[in-house]
DNA sequence: GTTTTCATGATTTTCGAAAACTTATTGCTT
DNA sequence: AAGCAATAAGTTTTCGAAAATCATGAAAAC
C-alpha cells in the first residue's frame, strides 16, 4: 500500500519530519534548513516552509524571524509542565471516555492493549525501544481516551503525548549509557494491563491509576539523566 | 509608532487576520481566497498561505487540501467543549497564579482592571461591544493568570479565549436584533471587580468565582440566539 | 591591541508564474 | 430530454529565482 498519492506534498514532508523529530533523528535544538531538507527530499522550499510551518503547530518546531526553524528545545521544566497538563487533561478525557464509550470503544481498548503486549519493547543491541513499541503504545494512550465527548480536549492531549515522546525518545538514546533503568523498577506492562482492564471495567478508580502511570514514566525520565545528573 | 518594520511580512499579516477573525471582520465558514487576500494585503500569495497557516495553528482557520483555507466554524458543541476547558485550565491556572504571583503581578491585575472599567463596553449605535472594551476584556483576563508558572498551559488557554472570542463577536453582531440580553440580567463590571479583589487578597475562591463568571458567559451566550433558537 | 567598518557568503523571506487539481459549463451522444 | 465526455475557468499547490536579512571575517581606524 502506498501511503503517497490522495494528498499533497506539504502533508506527506509534515508527516516525515514529525516522525523523525518524534523518533529523535532530529535532535532537539537542531537548526531545520530549508535547502538542505529541500534537497534530502527532492521537493521545493516553499513546500518544507510550509511543512515545517505545521511542525511548528505541534510545538514540534519553533521559529525565530529571519533565522529559520529549528527542532523544539527540550527541558526538565517543560517535560514537568507537559506531565502536569496530561495529569489533569488526560485524566479527564479518561474519566469521560469511561462514562460515554460503548462496545467499540472496549473493543479498540482491548484490541490496541493485545499488540502492545505483543510489541517488541527493546532490541538487544538498538539504540532504545522499538518504533513498533512505541506507536503501540502511542496507540494504546489514544484509545483509552477517544470516546470522550470533546475534540478540543482530545487534540490538545495529543499534542500534549507528541511533546512528551520527544522526551522518551532521548532517554531510549542515554539508555545504553546509564546501567539499568532505576531502583524502583517498575512494571510497565502490567501498568499498562491494569489501565486496559479498569477502563473496559468502567472502573473510575482507572483515572487515577493513569495519573499514577504518567507521574511515573516522568519522574523514570527525569531520573534517566537526559537532562544531566537530578541536583543532588 | 509605526508598529510595522522589524517584523515580517507574514508576521504582520498575521496579525492583521487573527483580528480580522476574532472582531468577526471574517465570519466563519468564509473561505479564506488567497489572490484576493494577497491583492487587498498588497503582498504576494505566498506570504498569505503561510499567515493562513499560522492562523490555523490558533485553530482560528482550517485547511482543506485542495480546497485552502476558511474561517473556522462554529457550533454550540464547540462552544461547550471550549468552556469546558477553560473551566478546567484557566481555572487551574489561576490558582496557581494567585500562588506564585508576586506585587507586580497584583500591580498588573489591578491596572489591567482599571482600563477595563474605564472602558466604554457599547456603543449606543455600533454593531456590538467596543474593540476597545474587548481588549481590555482580554487583557484583564490575561493578567489574571500571567503568574501561572506553567508556559504550556498559558499557551492553550490563550488560545481558547481567541476560539471563544469568535463566539462573544458574534453575539454582538446578532445585539440589536434580540431586544435585550437575558432575564437573568447580569452584573459582569461587578463580576470582574469580584475577580480583582479576590484574585489580589490570594483568597481560593477566586477560582470557583472564574468558572462560574466564563459559564455564565458562555450560557448568555446561547442564550443570546447566535445558534438559532435554542432547542425547547 | 581593541574596536569599527565594510565586503562576502549563507540563509531566510518574498515574489511571480507554472503545474495540478476541482468545479462548472459546453457540446455531443443516446 | 437525459446522461456523459471534453473543455474551460477558477483556485490551490508547487516551483525556481530574486530580494532582503543575518553571520563571518578581513581590513581599516583609533
Redesign the pocket.
Known amino acids: 500500500m502506498a501511503t503517497d498519492e490522495g494528498t499533497?506534498?506539504?502533508a506527506r514532508l509534515h508527516h516525515i519530519l514529525r516522525g523523525d523529530v518524534l523518533r529523535g533523528v532530529l535532535t532537539p535544538g537542531q537548526?531545520?534548513?530549508?535547502?538542505a531538507l529541500a534537497k534530502t527530499h527532492d521537493?521545493?522550499?516553499?513546500?518544507v516552509?510550509?511543512a515545517l510551518a505545521r511542525l511548528a503547530e505541534g510545538n514540534l518546531a519553533v521559529?525565530?524571524?529571519?533565522?529559520?526553524?529549528r527542532v523544539v528545545e527540550v527541558s526538565r521544566e517543560d517535560l514537568v509542565a507537559i506531565t502536569e497538563l496530561r495529569v489533569i487533561l488526560e485524566a479527564d478525557a479518561l474519566r469521560r471516555s469511561i462514562e460515554h464509550g460503548d462496545v467499540a470503544w472496549e473493543s479498540a481498548v482491548v484490541a490496541s492493549h493485545h499488540v502492545l503486549e505483543r510489541a517488541t519493547p527493546y532490541l538487544s543491541d538498538g539504540p532504545g525501544s522499538t518504533q513498533e513499541w512505541s506507536d503501540a503504545h502511542s496507540a494504546f494512550h489514544s484509545a483509552l481516551i477517544a470516546a470522550c465527548d470533546n475534540p478540543r480536549m482530545l487534540a490538545i492531549t495529543r499534542q500534549l503525548r507528541d511533546g512528551a515522546e520527544i522526551y522518551r525518545q532521548l532517554s531510549d538514546g542515554n539508555l545504553r549509557a546509564s546501567s539499568t533503568t532505576q531502583a524502583g523498577e517498575r512494571d510497565i506492562a502490567a501498568e499498562h494491563r491494569e489501565l486496559m482492564e479498569l477502563a473496559t471495567a468502567r472502573d473510575p478508580r482507572v483515572v487515577e491509576a493513569l495519573q499514577r502511570h504518567l507521574q511515573r514514566t516522568t519522574d523514570d525520565l527525569i531520573g534517566s539523566g537526559i537532562f544531566g545528573e537530578p541536583r543532588h
Open positions: 499533497t506534498r506539504v537548526p531545520l534548513r530549508l535547502a521537493v521545493s522550499m516553499s513546500v516552509r510550509e521559529l525565530t524571524p529571519n533565522h529559520g526553524y
